[in-house]
């Protein structure tokens, strides 16, 4: 686990100092040495400890943080010499997060005992000012409480971390930017729980690079960050919640995890993760933590957890935040991977070459714009009742406009829809090249809202000589949800497997908009172009509808 960092533990008490000193000195508050085995994603946490300038933790209870935040703060203070604040919800949960852990761990760990001034940190005193402000090394540690406007003024640091980020009093919290401003290099630390969606950490992690922690299946070789349903469990055909991993239940032995591409289980082990960043251009560092990457956890005991949590709400919100350590979404406002999963049932796998079998068929793409090309192709077919049967073949992320050409050719696409913003002038080439060449049709497309969509699907708007389509955009994402959910838009069985899809298309949901006073659906910060691209998709198979009559009512 620790070969990428170092060969021996000089080196990595020079080049990763923190991790060094985890490894060398630091002892938990049960006074045991820190080992990575079940928690390798840790690894790169300390290794980076102390280049990581604004960080958002977004974690599941009892994944090994807290310990890494202590060991980040003790080392900024008693070797580097800095200022360090650290905020909890309350002074209640302050004083016994100081006394239980903090002071016990200082006394009792011998590189810690000998910055304390005199070796000792005054317990006998054991007064509260004791409890808030702590001399350590050549720097000190300040330990606040959010819930007191007064502290959040009256004192200057380098670094500050923020725990139980959603129960802390927020208002106060803002103002701690303002202490780190004379500091020639600032680092700033939230980490929590998450609640709800777009709020509190869920907020700030989105507000990042946003990785996660991907686990390899050792069968296939594929790469993939644990999702409770997408992996562990699902429902069968009597809606009951069932394992995925059947072979746990017949031998009565762990569950493991079943692969989104071989759907075959594979084991957690500590060798081969890895963090993506699922937007690797954010300059701000976000880390998504479950007690699923915890390799020591009996997933058997959390399916049991999970179902005793069925039927109460509350135990259920509990078990998304705490266990899962994302937040909670009600049933209904977006996609869920039950339903994606329903969509891939019985389908055939992905064809990435395409050819001459597409000559003689209905075949669209839609293609979101971003770092990458995020594009869906699919064959339009219909059932015994005539109703249409969207079919994706391919669902990617092309890193060029050259590559996106090229694989609209192969697939002898008729209609693509492609973002117009905000790659514009390139959307524009593609359309052109294609109108020299023939073959396939692009169309732009934006997005303007109507208040009354009226007797034509989007509230279209069409531009012929610019090739330019424009909808409503609330309109589109409730038509192709439906289409999804209703049955009518079908996946390839392995497209579980393809980098971002599950999560993207799972990111919006519908939500009130006060200010317009209607329903819009939002993703906050969190990707979502390929639910884009499948919304374009939708738009180029209407534009292809039989006789030219496009978003009939």
Not at 130 to 152: P, V, Y
Not at 443 to 471: E, M, N, S
Request: charged share 25%; aromatic share 10%; net charge negative.
């Amino acid at each position: 686990m620790l070969a990428p960092y170092s060969a021996t533990l000089s080196t990595l008490s020079t080049e990763y100092p923190v991790l060094g000193l985890a490894l060398t000195t630091h002892r938990t508050t049960r006074s045991e040495a820190l080992s990575f085995r079940d928690k390798p994603y840790l690894i790169e946490l300390y290794a980076d400890a102390r280049r990581l300038e604004r960080v958002a933790m977004r974690k599941g209870v009892q994944v090994g943080v807290s310990e890494w935040m202590l060991q980040v703060v003790l080392d900024a203070a008693g070797w580097r010499g800095r200022t360090c604040a650290y905020v909890l919800p309350s002074y209640k949960v302050r004083n016994r997060f100081v006394q239980s852990r903090v002071n016990r761990m200082l006394l009792e760990v011998p590189a810690y005992r000998d910055r304390c001034p005199g070796g000792t940190i005054d317990a006998v005193k054991g007064g509260a000012e004791n409890l808030g402000n702590k001399r350590f090394g050549r720097g000190s540690l300040l330990f606040l409480g959010s819930e007191t406007a007064t502290d959040f003024v009256e004192f200057s640091a380098d670094f500050l971390i923020v725990d139980e980020y959603d129960r802390c009093d927020l208002s106060n919290v803002a103002m701690a930017w303002d202490r780190l401003r004379a500091s020639p290099d600032p680092q700033v630390i939230y980490v929590g729980n998450p609640t709800l969606p777009r709020t509190g950490i869920s907020r700030e992690y989105d507000d990042s690079d946003r990785r996660r922690w991907y686990h390899r299946c050792g069968r296939c070789g594929t790469r993939q960050p644990l999702d409770w349903f997408l992996h562990i469990v699902h429902r069968d055909d009597q809606g009951r919640w069932q394992l995925r991993d059947q072979v746990a239940g017949r031998h009565r032995i762990p569950p493991r995890p079943v692969c989104a591409r071989c759907h075959e289980p594979f084991d957690r082990v500590p060798d081969g993760g890895l963090w993506v960043p699922e937007d690797p251009r954010h300059e701000r560092r976000g880390y998504a933590m479950s007690r699923l990457d915890v390799l020591s956890d009996d997933l058997g005991l959390l399916y049991a957890e999970w179902m005793r949590a069925q039927g109460s709400p509350d135990m259920i919100r509990a078990f998304f935040n705490g266990a899962l350590g994302i937040p909670y979404e009600f049933d209904g406002t977006g996609l869920t991977v039950e339903v994606l999963d329903r969509a891939t049932t019985d389908q055939p796998e992905m064809d990435r070459l395409g050819g001459a079998t597409y000559d003689k068929q209905t075949v669209t793409a839609g293609v979101d714009v971003g770092s990458v090309l995020h594009t869906v192709i699919s064959v339009v077919e219909h059932d015994d009742e005539g109703q249409a049967i969207r079919r994706a073949v391919l669902v990617q992320a092309c890193r060029s406009f050259e590559e996106l050409a090229d694989t609209l050719r192969r697939f002898r696409v008729d209609l693509c829809v492609i973002d117009a913003m905000p790659e514009t002038h390139k959307a524009q080439e593609l359309r052109d090249t294609f109108v020299e060449e023939g073959g396939t049709t692009v169309w732009l497309c934006r997005f303007h809202p109507t208040q009354r969509v009226g007797a034509q699907k989007y509230g279209i708007r069409l531009d012929y000589q610019a090739q330019v389509v424009q909808v409503d955009r609330t309109a589109v994402f409730d038509v192709s949800h439906d289409d999804i959910v209703q049955g009518r838009r079908r996946f390839p069985c392995d497209v579980m497997g393809v980098v971002g899809w599950s999560e993207q298309m799972r990111a919006p949901v519908r939500v009130v908009d006060g200010d317009r006073g209607r329903i819009i659906w939002t993703e906050g910060s969190a990707a979502d172009h390929y639910r884009l691209a499948e919304c374009y998709d939708r738009i180029a198979t209407d534009l292809l509808d039989a006789g030219g009559q496009y978003f009939p009512g």
